[in-house]
Structures are given as structure tokens and as C-alpha cells.
């Protein structure tokens, strides 16, 4: 079992920063990918930056330049640096870890609770 814990939101100008963490918790064998996904209300979950295994970044196109992703092996945590925020960033921002499943063709996700992000003057 693997648990997955949030922290750093908060309200932030626009133009500020936030770092938010992600602590992972149970038993890891092998990684996918891990990264954070955002909701906003009336919108999809989409992805904003993920870590594939052999370390290759993904961001997306609105985030790029502004936010980093980086991981602790060791550690088992996940952060997401988030500069000059603006106000489309406003969001429930969740961890993500994904691992093999049972089968390659079933591999299973975690998500942490949330924790939310709110960027407004």
C-alpha cells in the first residue's frame, strides 16, 4: 500500500511562489511515473508536471518556466516549485505516483488528499 500527503498550498499573490511537497508512505517497488495534477473548478484534471522513471520531465505548456518538479528517491517525496504564480494556477494540486500493477497493462495510480492553491490579488 502506498499513501500519499500533500502540504504547502496556501494564497499567494499573483507573482509569488509556492513549493509544494509530497510525501510518500507504505512500500515502493518500482516507479512509472510521479508528478502532480491540478483541478480547477468546472475543469478537468490535468497533468502539470510528472518525472518518468528514467528521470525525463514533463510540463505543461502553461506551466513551463515557471514550475520545477523534483524527487528524493531516498526520501520518498515529490516537490513542485511554483513561480511567478497567476491566477489561472488557482487549483486543487495532487500527488501522483503510478506503479506496475499486477499486470503491465494494469498499472495502478495513487493520489494524495489534495491541497489547494489560490493565486489572487
Known amino acids: 500500500q502506498v499513501q500519499l500527503a500533500e502540504s504547502g498550498g496556501g494564497l499567494v499573490q499573483p507573482g509569488g511562489s509556492l513549493r509544494l511537497t509530497c510525501v510518500a508512505s507504505?512500500?515502493?517497488?518500482?516507479?512509472?511515473?510521479m508528478g502532480w495534477f491540478r483541478q480547477a473548478p468546472g475543469k478537468q484534471r490535468e497533468l502539470v508536471a510528472d518525472?518518468?522513471?528514467?528521470?525525463?520531465?514533463n510540463y505543461a505548456d502553461s506551466v513551463k518556466g515557471r514550475f520545477t518538479i523534483s524527487r528524493d528517491n531516498a526520501k520518498k517525496t515529490v516537490d513542485l516549485q511554483m513561480n511567478s504564480l497567476k491566477p489561472e494556477d488557482t487549483a486543487v494540486y495532487y500527488c501522483?505516483?503510478?506503479?506496475?500493477?499486477?499486470?503491465?497493462?494494469?498499472?495502478?495510480?495513487?493520489w494524495g488528499q489534495g491541497t489547494q492553491v489560490t493565486v489572487s490579488s
Open positions: 501522483n505516483v503510478n506503479v506496475p500493477g499486477s499486470s503491465w497493462s494494469n498499472p495502478v495510480d495513487y
Open positions: 507504505g512500500t515502493i517497488f518500482g516507479v512509472n511515473s
Open positions: 518525472m518518468l522513471h528514467n528521470g525525463i520531465t
